[in-house]
């Protein structure tokens, strides 16, 4: 390349056009002619070679002027020769870094760095621009050029596409993340069973370290409750090339039991021989646990549901109406309907303190000592106190039971009740005015051995008077803002309703305590109790 060429090179330089760049060898002529010698020494047989190659190879002078541009360099970064500086290429041709999105530095590129003499082994770039929308990962290479007298003349690059080696490095890596991470045991064993890996989980779960699990085989978390049968039938399916899934029992490092619900997998070689093992296996211990506390719960529940009556004695002469509705499974609030030994009817509301499991078995002995004390007793001030002397020695710390129990007697229309601490209870007129309160006669029941309570005459019952009993969860639930639905409102639930029947009243109110508690959720038992004195009473 003479002088005057490269003069006229350097002219073109700013303007920033497209390189006419003259490949290594050629001779200029008049008029921008070439005159090309077509032997293996020729120009254009080296050109012929470097576009055959399936790398991309770039050649620059020492001013970082391209002089060679194969076609595979066109083809991967979606432009040839362009006739800019060194600190444009990166922006000219879209180079970014490993996360492609920051720009790659034009003076840390590898042919940057070969022209002023270093070489540069597997450099790996991004390659984005209009011409190579979805990008392309290049590996480079590049070393300086050097003269006879070894002065630094220029550099070259050779690049080669990695995008599919770069994209199964990166699906691969998070393969391994996953299986590194995931919650779930993964344990791989080669074809006799012997543990060749385990993943952080499957250490955590089976308290073994993973120097301590590979090397051995899975035998050494058997829990003993298996027999070998089963063993051999997974074995069986293993062998067979089929997955198996199931549930496992095995033993920890520290002898405690869990539940393992597992999935193996037996992985083939191309020529489908089977090489490994893969079982991931998931710890159901604790929902396992669950679902059995559920299983009980709702048995319990069932059994609780049960003690409550269905209906009052058909002989009562009046209309009475009961539910119970639990905020779980099983709660502590109680009602019962009684016949007693003067041929009176007991009406029971009751509220075992919690409501939990616990509450729910006070509640059963609470129902049983009260009617097995109503078989001899009528008087509710006695039947109580003699209820509260036994169950004294039932109730922890922590419990105690409020009870309301009210006599009622059909023919003179008359109502005597006593009250362990219980919430107040009323008597509405048939407009549905309050006639009396039942209010507490003594403290609650499983306090104090030694305590009495009183029996209370309320006024002659009329035709068309209403008893309302019901638990604190009625009056306590509170609405959004954390006012409580009160017995006020109650009492105003009742009247608006109380030409229905009983049962029905009982379930309007129910709703519009769960109304007022705009949906949040229930955190008592709800229970009432809904008397109506009509004319077939005295009869």
């Known amino acids: 390349m003479d002088e005057n060429e490269n003069a006229a090179r350097r002219d073109g330089f700013d303007a920033g056009r497209p390189l006419a760049y003259v490949p290594l060898g050629t001779t200029a002529r008049a008029g921008g002619a070439t005159g090309l010698k077509l032997d293996p020494t020729s120009a254009a047989f080296l050109q012929g070679i470097l576009d055959s190659l399936a790398d991309g190879v770039i050649v620059a002078d020492a001013e970082g002027r391209f002089v060679q541009f194969n076609d595979a360099a066109k083809r991967f970064l979606g432009l040839g020769p362009v006739d800019v500086a060194p600190p444009l290429w990166s922006a000219t041709y879209g180079c970014f870094r490993e996360d492609r999105v920051t720009p790659y530095p034009s003076d840390e590129l590898p042919l940057a760095r070969s022209l002023r003499g270093e070489t540069v082994y597997d450099c790996q770039l991004f390659v984005r621009n209009q011409n190579v929308p979805e990008g392309i990962w290049l590996s480079l290479d590049s070393s300086p050029l050097k003269d006879e007298n070894s002065a630094l003349c220029g550099g070259v690059v050779i690049f080669r596409d990695v995008t599919s080696k770069k994209r199964e490095l990166e699906r691969v890596g998070l393969l391994s993340a996953v299986v590194q991470q995931t919650a779930d045991s993964v344990i791989i ?20 370290g993973q120097d301590e699990l590979v090397g051995r085989t899975p035998r050494l978390l058997r829990s003993g409750l298996h027999d070998e049968e089963f063993y051999a039938d997974l074995w069986k399916t293993l062998l067979e090339g089929r ?103 007991g ?52 419990q105690f039971v409020t009870l309301l129990l009210a006599c009622l007697h059909g023919p003179s229309r008359t109502l005597r009740y006593a009250s362990a601490g219980h919430t107040t209870g009323y008597v509405l007129d048939a407009s549905g005015d309050v006639r009396s309160e039942l209010t507490s006669t003594g403290m609650p029941l499983g306090l104090f051995h030694d305590a009495s309570f009183e029996t209370v005459s309320a006024p002659a019952l009329q035709q068309g008077d209403l008893i309302v009993l019901f638990t604190d969860g009625v009056t306590e639930t509170e609405d959004a803002g954390g006012t409580p639905f009160g017995a006020s409102r109650a009492l105003d639930v009742v009247r608006t309703y109380r030409r229905e029947p009983s ?37």
């Open 189 to 208: 064993t080669d074809r006799e069973g012997v543990i060749e890996y385990v993943n952080p989980a499957a250490a955590k779960i089976t308290e073994f």
């Open 243 to 345: 997955v198996y899934r199931g549930t496992i029992i095995n033993r920890k490092k520290s002898g405690d039991l869990y539940y393992s619900e597992q999935t193996i997998t037996p992985i083939r070689e191309t020529t489908g021989t089977i090489r490994h093992f893969v079982t991931v296996g998931r710890d159901v211990t604790e929902i396992r646990k669950a679902a059995e506390r559920q299983s009980k719960l709702l048995l319990a529940r069932s059994v609780q549901q049960r003690l409550y009556p269905a209906a009052p004695p058909r002989a009562s002469g009046f209309d009475i109406g009961g539910n119970a509705f639990m905020a779980d499974e099983t709660g502590g609030d109680y009602f019962d309907f009684i016949s007693l030994s003067d041929g009176c009817l």
């Open 347 to 398: 009406v029971a509301v009751g509220d075992v303190s919690g409501h939990a499991f616990d509450a729910a078995l006070l509640m059963s002995l609470t129902r049983a000592y009260l009617r097995s004390v109503a078989q001899t007793q009528s008087d509710p001030g006695k039947v109580l106190t003699l209820v509260n002397r036994v169950l004294v020695e039932d109730t922890a710390d922590n």
């Open 503 to 539: 049962a029905k009243i009982v379930n309007r109110l129910y709703r519009a305590v769960r109304d007022h508690a705009t949906r949040q959720p229930q955190t008592d038992d709800i229970t009432a109790v809904i008397c109506k004195i009509g004319s077939s009473a005295g009869t």
